[in-house]
């Protein structure tokens, strides 16, 4: 029993070393191919746009501030379109997108205006500035539910549900626009309430399932009028180029003036889906 006992020791002993040297299989990460890349490089480079209109914020150079905001949401509008047009979307670029959109249009702007104006009526204009980020929190994260969501009607492509964040940052910044350009719209402590009730009234409209239209869906040019496009862009182009200030708060007036249109055009779709006979049920 004995030499049996010990031989089958030495055979197990034998076997443990062969099983150790086994070589142990390493985790392959698949490449990431470079149209997926791209799109998030655009979304960080937004980001870091962000961050740094809160730095000049800081140092009161509010005319940069303010471009590096606008330059935020032009990156914003391209990524989006650059991961369609490469086909290069993916939940984490989403997840990315969203985040970058916090910084850059919940808290940049609500900083901004802080450091700018609000902070003339210290409580209330931090309690507006809170309010403001948090409006664009709940409505990014309302955006990313809804896009889940497959029962959704087709014409409701046409409308966002809220104010999107880029444009509500875009809208926030309006009093600081008619400070800066050729109008010299003052800036002070009697100006500060009207300040605060106008983010906390852009806050609602973010928070808010008030449609407005969304431009996404806008089809091919007519071909009689594509010249008048043509000249009208480059109208814009250099109109915002020579008086940049006076331009971002014209087409701030005439987005505020489009949503009662939005309202109507929203209403009428979905009156006209609600009468629209239902689909017969598929037979048993």
């Not at 149209?35 to 140092?59: D, H, K, Q, S, Y």
């Not at 626009?177 to 402590?189: I, K, M, T």
Request: aromatic residues 10%; contains cysteine.
């Amino acid at each position: 029993m004995n030499d049996r006992t010990d031989t089958n020791a030495q055979a197990f002993e034998g076997v443990q070393p062969l099983r150790a040297q086994r070589p142990v299989r390493r985790r392959r990460f698949r490449p990431v191919p470079l149209r997926i890349i791209l799109p998030n490089l655009v979304t960080l480079l937004a980001l870091c746009m962000g961050l740094t209109a809160i730095r000049f914020a800081i140092e009161e150079q509010f005319p940069t501030a303010v471009l590096a905001i606008i330059a935020a949401a032009i990156l914003d509008g391209l990524d989006g379109r650059i991961a369609r047009a490469l086909k290069g979307t993916s939940r984490f670029g989403a997840e990315l997108d969203s985040l970058a959109d916090f910084v850059d249009f919940g808290v940049a702007p609500a900083l901004i205006l802080y450091l700018w104006s609000l902070h003339e009526i210290k409580s209330l204009g931090w309690f507006a500035a809170l309010i403001f980020a948090t409006a664009a929190a709940l409505r990014l994260a309302r955006f990313n539910v809804m896009i889940d969501d497959p029962d959704r009607p087709a014409w409701t492509a046409k409308f966002f549900v809220g104010m999107p964040a880029p444009a509500g940052a875009c809208l926030a910044l309006l009093p600081l626009y008619l400070n800066l350009s050729e109008l010299r719209v003052p800036a002070g402590h009697a100006l500060a309430p009207w300040h605060i009730a106008y983010m906390l009234f852009l806050a609602f409209l973010m928070a808010s399932r008030i449609p407005h239209f969304s431009g996404k869906t806008i089809g091919r040019i007519p071909r009689e009028y594509v010249v008048f496009v043509l000249f009208g862009f480059a109208a814009a182009i250099l109109l915002l180029a020579t008086y940049p200030m006076e331009m971002l708060a014209a087409l701030c007036i005439i987005y505020l003036a489009m949503i009662p249109f939005a309202v109507r055009s929203h209403n009428r779709l979905l009156a006209a889906d609600e009468a629209a006979p239902s689909p017969p049920a598929p037979a048993s």
